[in-house]
């Protein structure tokens, strides 16, 4: 697979358009159907990004940010196909960042698959009573440790394959991971210091 997507630029733009646009969709899906079964709540948002909050909290279904992102992207892995072509050196370069890119959407895309069963669930059969609310530090704490998961799974498939691509996607979730973990504990001493303050 690692030698097919470095033969053409395209394969990896197409692969990061639907993957890109798909976790959009999925995740405007997902926060619509939580809002139906109405036990979960969401402190502050939904979306652990802060760029989309407002987009997925309005359910937005045309983001311009998205879009922007998304033709930004597909811009730069060409550009990136495009310099490591200048050296035969280089080339090895482009299956690692396109891993990197697209790996990461594969983790999330994992989380949204988790997330559409349970609300499709709880639609068919229930299974869950009263309300359960999600403190934000939790929900980011809660993505990092499924993002050093994936991983580490992506990890161990680049050392069994020898595949870049796959490192690529391991240092990106591992990175993003890292990224959470750093927001959950900011944003938890936040609430502390908050709380504090109302005493």
């Known amino acids: 697979m690692q030698y ?7 394969y990896g733009v197409i692969l990061w358009i639907i993957l890109y646009s798909s976790d959009y969709y999925l995740t405007l899906i997902s926060a619509r159907g939580f809002r139906q079964v109405g036990h ?14 407002k987009d997925i909290d309005d359910l ?23 310099i490591t072509r200048l050296s035969m050196f280089l080339e090895w370069t482009y299956p690692f960042y396109l891993g990197m890119l697209l790996l990461v959407e594969v983790a999330v895309h994992l989380r949204h698959f988790r997330n559409l069963a349970i609300i499709r669930e709880l639609h068919r059969n229930g299974g869950v009573e009263g309300q359960i609310t999600y403190r934000k530090w939790f929900s980011y704490r809660n993505s990092a440790n499924e993002l050093y998961i994936t ?48 005493i």
């Open 60 to 82: 937005r279904p045309i983001s311009r940010l998205h879009i922007t992102l998304l033709i930004g992207y597909s811009i730069l892995i060409l550009v990136i196909w495009w």
């Open 151 to 198: 991983g580490s799974l992506f990890l161990l498939v680049a050392l069994l394959t020898y595949s870049l691509f796959f490192l690529g996607g391991a240092i990106m979730c591992y990175g993003t991971g890292f990224k959470h973990a750093r927001l959950a504990k900011k944003t938890k001493s936040a609430a502390a210091q908050a709380a504090e303050s109302k």
């Open 40 to 53: 979960f709540h969401f402190e502050g948002s939904f979306e652990l990004t802060p760029q989309y909050q």
């Open 4 to 10: 097919w997507l470095a033969t053409s630029p395209w």
